[in-house]
T-cell receptor, first 113, second 113 residues
Framework: DAEITQSPRHKITETGRQVTLACHQTWNHNNMFWYRQDLGHGLRLIHYSYGVQDTNKGEVSDGYSVSRSNTEDLPLTLESAASSQTSVYFC????????????FGPGTRLTVL | GDSVTQMEGPVTLSEEAFLTINCTYTATGYPSLFWYVQYPGEGLQLLLKATKADDKGSNKGFEATYRKETTSFHLEKGSVQVSDSAVYFCALSEKAAGNKLTFGGGTRVLVKP
């Protein structure tokens, strides 16, 4: 069965370190998204990609970067982790139309000390 | 820009009670509307959707009708179960935005036996 996976599921890091969160999907979807979920803020879009070599900023992109070198993967990098980036991160993918469903990964809980 | 507003929780109910979660939206075009559900410790999954005005989405006993005149997409269930305890997110996707979703803040529902 097709799926979307995230790793690691939990991560503790220190302020200033670079951190990369992995996202891998086997749906063969063109579109991939990264969100963060914080209490009181719901889900906020960090970055997204509509295909290989395409990346776009979302509403909370400062301090984050992504790259898309193949269809299956969209890793999220925190260039220099800050305590404000402590959050739960979700990756999602979808085919491309506005009527299409997005499929979510299980999430990565990141703590920055 | 686009926005989604949903009632704040938590909503606490007894088993077999009627559930309504209000959702209203602001969009420039004619969006598709979604309800996603997040069970404890999991990622989001699609509960139901409606892609044009007057459409009714339904799944697992939940229903929501796309009301263009009131820009609303309220979620209802006639008789909730303990297993319906979760966080519910209303979301929209504009045609021009492809698969990109704008989420409401989420409503936590707790059903007690």
């Amino acid at each position: 069965d097709a799926e979307i996976t995230q790793s690691p599921r939990h991560k503790i890091t220190e302020t200033g370190r670079q951190v990369t969160l992995a996202c891998h999907q086997t749906w063969n979807h063109n579109n991939m998204f990264w969100y963060r979920q914080d209490l009181g803020h719901g889900l906020r879009l960090i970055h997204y990609s509509y295909g290989v070599q395409d990346t776009n900023k979302g509403e909370v992109s400062d301090g984050y970067s992504v790259s898309r070198s193949n269809t299956e993967d969209l890793p999220l990098t925190l260039e220099s982790a800050a305590s404000s980036q402590t959050s739960v991160y979700f990756c999602a993918s979808g085919r491309g139309l506005s009527t299409d469903t997005q499929y979510f990964g299980p999430g990565t809980r990141l703590t920055v000390l | 820009g686009d926005s989604v507003t949903q009632m704040e929780g938590p909503v606490t109910l007894s088993e077999e009670a009627f559930l309504t979660i209000n959702c209203t939206y602001t969009a420039t075009g004619y969006p598709s509307l979604f309800w996603y559900v997040q069970y404890p410790g999991e990622g989001l999954q699609l509960l139901l959707k409606a892609t044009k005005a007057d459409d009714k989405g339904s799944n697992k006993g939940f229903e929501a009708t796309y009301r263009k005149e009131t820009t609303s997409f309220h979620l209802e269930k006639g008789s909730v179960q303990v297993s319906d305890s979760a966080v519910y997110f209303c979301a929209l996707s504009e045609k021009a935005a492809g698969n990109k979703l704008t989420f409401g803040g989420g409503t936590r529902v707790l059903v007690k036996p």
